[in-house]
């Protein structure tokens, strides 16, 4: 079956500007993970909803970014007013719930801020 | 705060060479471990975890990771690398205090055929 997608795979942004990622992880998956993954460096948590619901949000690094998953399903992760500092490849997960689960990676999408 | 080290940045191997890869994590009370793979120009991959029982377990492509509780550590092993196997690993730790995976730094190997 498909696996996660991404979409876009690569997105251009001048400093200052809004930004939408977009993540759909595999049908059936409740769970859905956002990570950042910095240049020379692991993934790093940012949020994570169960359904519908932000469950957890603490990696987010402050109010300019935020994530919804209005139906269960989709989920798109929105940056205001980027900073040069927000340049990193944005990785989206799922699983079929939460609770340690195997988590499967979507190709995430590289966000350069000029 | 809970971390995962792992130690070695970059590994350079002859093809038939044996791997071993460090991983250390911060003690956290239970936990589930992963190794996860990311082949050049690919997506990360679960290569093996471990949730209970037997503390050696296997994964695909013959890759095994041993677990030592008392070490807090979760090694990644293969006794002969392939040049295919040229890739970047990471060490993951799910705390059970916590919603999501914790990562190491990664270690990029490097296969010389």
């Known amino acids: 079956g498909a696996g996660v997608s991404q979409t876009p795979s690569n997105k251009v942004t001048e400093k200052g500007k809004y930004v939408e990622l977009r993540c759909d992880p595999i049908?059936?998956?409740?769970?859905l993970y956002w990570y950042r993954q910095s240049l020379g460096q692991g993934p790093e948590f940012l949020i994570y909803?169960?359904?519908?619901?932000?469950?957890?949000d603490s990696g987010l690094p402050n109010d300019r970014f935020f994530a919804v998953r209005p139906e269960g399903s989709v989920s798109t992760l929105k940056i205001q007013r980027t900073e040069r500092g927000d340049s990193a490849v944005y990785l989206c997960?799922?699983?079929?719930?939460?609770?340690?689960?195997?988590?499967?990676f979507g190709p995430g999408t590289r966000l350069t801020v000029l | 705060a809970q971390s995962v080290s792992q130690h070695n940045h970059h590994v350079i191997l002859s093809e038939a060479a044996s791997l071993e890869l460090g991983c250390n994590y911060s003690?956290?009370?239970?936990?589930?471990l992963f190794w996860y793979v990311q082949y050049p120009g690919q997506h990360l991959q679960l290569l093996l975890k471990?949730?209970?029982?037997?503390?050696l377990v296997k994964g695909i492509k013959g890759f095994e990771a041993e677990f030592i509780k008392s070490k807090f550590s979760f090694n990644l092993r293969k006794p002969s690398v392939q040049w295919s196997d040229t890739a970047e690993y990471f060490c993951?730790?799910?705390?059970?205090?916590?919603?999501?995976?914790?990562f190491g730094g990664g270690t990029r190997l490097m296969v010389k055929p």
């Open positions: 997960a799922s699983s079929l719930r939460g609770d340690y689960n195997e988590q499967f």
């Open positions: 049908s059936g998956h409740t769970a």
């Open positions: 909803f169960q359904g519908t619901g932000a469950a957890d």
């Open positions: 003690y956290g009370g239970t936990v589930n």
């Open positions: 471990y949730f209970s029982g037997d503390p």
């Open positions: 993951a730790v799910y705390y059970n205090a916590g919603n999501m995976l914790t």
